[in-house]
């Protein structure tokens, strides 16, 4: 079963920083592109970032680029988002997902979501 | 960026009802096109991708159609498990952007 688990999420002041973590199993790890996509709370959802599956081509959204950071470890089956300078606005849920290829991604599956709650 | 809309905020609908959800794009999205279906306090679950093809697992109830521009899910003779918040979003042109949601609630 291909399940993918966030942590890392909680309470962090603005302009602190956090890593988020995603485990993956049930899949061959490489062989797709990951991402983040966040969803603040009663809103839609937003994609953050995405990988593909070397890890040598990395994206951003606008409002997060130059602040966080996409990485993955293929021996570990982990995608981190390091997020740094955190703003109110940044305070959402934040899901893994992953997808097939990064230049077309839709997601499928989603893991159950981290919250991230950036306040003083 | 492309703006998706979704023309609907709430759809109020019975039981054993047919729906359908439209979502538009600003500019053509060719069949870039993906929905999901997110219940509360759960993470959303691919429906449909390439505008028209149902992903794994998913009943045939679930249907979508368009291309462009316009684009279309329908649920056909909606179950209780159905009533949710949906969402499109593209794939055709960086970055990937979602509609801002329709929620199906029980008339």
């Known amino acids: 079963e291909v399940q993918l688990l966030e942590s890392g999420g909680g309470l962090v002041q603005p302009r602190g920083s956090l890593r988020l973590s995603c485990a993956a199993s049930g899949f061959t790890f490489t062989t797709y592109a990951m991402n983040w996509v966040r969803q603040a709370p009663g809103k839609g959802l937003e994609w953050v970032s995405g990988i593909n599956g070397g890890g040598d081509s990395t994206f951003y959204a606008d409002s997060v680029r130059g602040r966080f950071t996409i990485s993955r470890d293929n021996s570990k089956d982990t995608v981190y988002l390091q997020m740094n300078s955190l703003r109110a606005d940044d305070t959402a849920v934040y899901y893994c997902a992953r997808c097939l290829f990064i230049r077309a991604p839709y997601f499928d599956p989603w893991g159950q979501g981290t919250l991230v709650t950036v306040s003083s | 960026e492309i703006v998706m809309t979704q023309s609907s905020v709430t759809l109020s609908v019975s039981p054993g009802e047919r729906v359908t959800l439209s979502c538009r794009a600003r500019?053509?999205?060719?069949?870039?096109l993906a929905w999901y279906q997110q219940k509360p306090g759960q993470a959303p679950r691919l429906l449909i991708y390439?505008?028209?093809t149902r992903a794994t697992g998913i009943s045939p109830r679930f249907s979508g159609s368009g291309s462009g521009t316009e684009f279309t899910l329908t649920i056909s003779s909606l179950q209780s498990e159905d009533f949710a918040l949906y969402y499109c979003q593209q794939y055709n042109n960086w970055p990937p952007t979602f509609g801002q949601g329709t929620k199906l609630e029980i008339k």
């Open positions: 390439g505008a028209s």
């Open positions: 500019q053509s999205i060719r069949n870039n």
